[in-house]
Nanobody
Framework: QVRLVESGGGSVQAGGSLRLSCLASRFTYSRYLLGWFRQAPGKEREGVAVIDSDGSTSYADSVKGRFTISKDNAKNTLYLQMNSLKPEDTAMYYC??????????????????????WGQGTQVTVSS
């Protein structure tokens, strides 16, 4: 069974950086999409960044230029480098995956319910 485990969350001051990691176990599909999503208290889950098996990426407007998604296929690990963090980035961050995606990567940012596999999340708190 596919398992996604996030790590790297924590508390930082505004302007600081964090790098999230997501270790994917038993995820051996030749075509796939991986992504980071977040959910703040009282808000809906939203897409942050996605990357597909070809390396195509897509970002939410709110994080463009500050966050970078990447993957290390040899380590089965997805990353999210977050720089210039703002208090509004405070949320639970989730790693998610979809096997054999049928849409372009950017579509999945707005459709988190379409992804099949989810991790348990890691909390990111940014103080002003």
């Amino acid at each position: 069974q596919v398992r996604l485990v996030e790590s790297g969350g924590g508390s930082v001051q505004a302007g600081g950086s964090l790098r999230l990691s997501c270790l994917a176990s038993r995820f051996t599909y030749s075509r796939y999409l991986l992504g980071w999503f977040r959910q703040a208290p009282g808000k809906e889950r939203e897409g942050v960044a996605v990357i597909d098996s070809d390396g195509s990426t897509s970002y939410a407007d709110s994080v463009k230029g500050r966050f970078t998604i990447s993957k290390d296929n040899a380590k089965n690990t997805l990353y999210l480098q977050m720089n210039s963090l703002k208090p509004e980035d405070t949320a639970m961050y989730y790693c998610a995956a979809e096997s054999y995606p049928t849409r372009v990567a950017s579509w999945y940012l707005a459709a988190p319910q379409s992804l099949d596999y989810w991790g348990q999340g890691t909390q990111v708190t940014v103080s002003s």
